[in-house]
């Protein structure tokens, strides 16, 4: 880097902010956002460039729109740069900005963990559902981010919920949200139930990796940043279902649930895993793109932990 060059970013970063002719009246606003929406070149590519300058700047997006006309430093320019270039290589918005917004909480996120999505909170509002003891104990097996948890802690601070994931990063990663939050969870480093002290919960909730090995869709879009730990489960996608469901019904209560969210295509494979372990009142319900999300069903008679 030569001293010309670090007073004139315009010469490092030329794709939004131009060429190394620097010009000044690049930097307003609706035509860096323009510009940067263009390299983008995703379906939300206006929505992430507007994300990108939010994080840089600190305004709001209803800001940018109210006056398209104001203008950024060189320095946040710069910066913006750098984030759109990350964005136009692929990179999910919520990794390039280390976090994510679920349930209207903000959460970090790495790329230990799965990014949250918008029909997980599908899950979190079948949970509130279930008219569970006032001090319920609750279970998120694979919490990730820990937002399942963090969500219901959020709207149940009487229960007693228990995070757990198999992940060091990502048990680091829930615990700081948890904190960050204010939010009195516990996250435990756990394989699925082998590492969890014995307990018989109210409820037992699971987001688990769900996606076939041969699936198509794991080299598009975002899910070619995620770790293949969150998303890949055997051959078919059910291997890590298969086992939760399996052991859920020595984990839990008389009277206690399993939930899990799956595959659109999923639904009948995991209600009859459910039903071959005598859950009874077992249900499929719909994500906001009315696709079978997930599934639940009520405890059979409790066998005990061994």
């Known amino acids: 880097m030569t001293a010309d060059s670090a007073d004139d970013p315009g010469a490092l970063y030329p794709g939004v902010l131009g060429t190394a002719t620097f010009d000044p009246a690049a930097l307003c606003c609706d035509d860096l956002l323009r510009a940067a929406a263009s390299r983008i070149g995703s379906d939300s590519s206006r929505l992430d460039a507007e994300l990108l300058l939010a994080q840089v700047t600190g305004w709001s997006r209803t800001r940018f729109r109210a006056?398209?006309?104001?203008?950024?430093?060189?320095?946040?320019?710069a910066a913006f740069e750098l984030l759109v270039d990350k964005r136009a290589a692929g990179e999910p918005v919520a990794y390039v900005l280390g976090q994510q917004e679920f349930?209207?909480?903000?959460?970090?996120?790495?790329a230990a963990t799965l990014i949250p999505r918008p029909d997980t909170e599908c899950v979190v509002e079948q949970a509130l559902t279930f008219g569970l003891p006032a001090r319920a104990r609750v279970l998120d097996l694979g919490t990730g981010t820990g937002a399942i948890a963090l969500a219901l802690?959020?709207?149940?601070p009487d229960w007693d919920i228990t995070a757990s994931d198999s992940v060091d990063a990502a048990v680091a990663l829930a615990q700081s949200n948890a904190a960050a939050l204010k939010l009195a969870i516990q996250v435990v480093k756990s394989h699925w139930f082998d590492q969890l002290a014995p307990a018989c919960f109210d409820l037992i909730v699971s987001n688990p990796p769900y996606i076939a090995s041969t699936d198509r869709h794991l080299s598009e879009g975002?899910?070619?940043?995620?770790?293949?730990?969150?998303l890949v489960s055997g051959a078919d996608g059910l291997d890590d279902i298969r086992r939760i469901v399996a052991a859920a019904p020595s984990w839990l209560n008389p009277g206690g649930w399993l939930l899990l969210e799956h595959g659109y295509d999923q639904a009948q494979a995991v209600q009859g895993l459910l039903h071959q372990q005598g859950f009874d009142q077992v249900h499929s319900r719909q994500d906001y793109g009315r696709n079978d999300r997930m599934t639940f069903g009520l405890a059979p008679h409790s066998r005990g932990q061994t």
């Not at 006056?67 to 320019?77: D, I, K, M, Y």
């Not at 975002?222 to 969150?230: G, H, I, L, V």
């Open 153 to 156: 802690a959020s709207e149940r």
């Open 67 to 77: 006056f398209p006309e104001q203008h950024v430093s060189l320095v946040q320019a």
């Open 103 to 110: 349930w209207s909480l903000p959460l970090q996120v790495s």
């Open 222 to 230: 975002d899910a070619r940043f995620e770790p293949a730990s969150a």
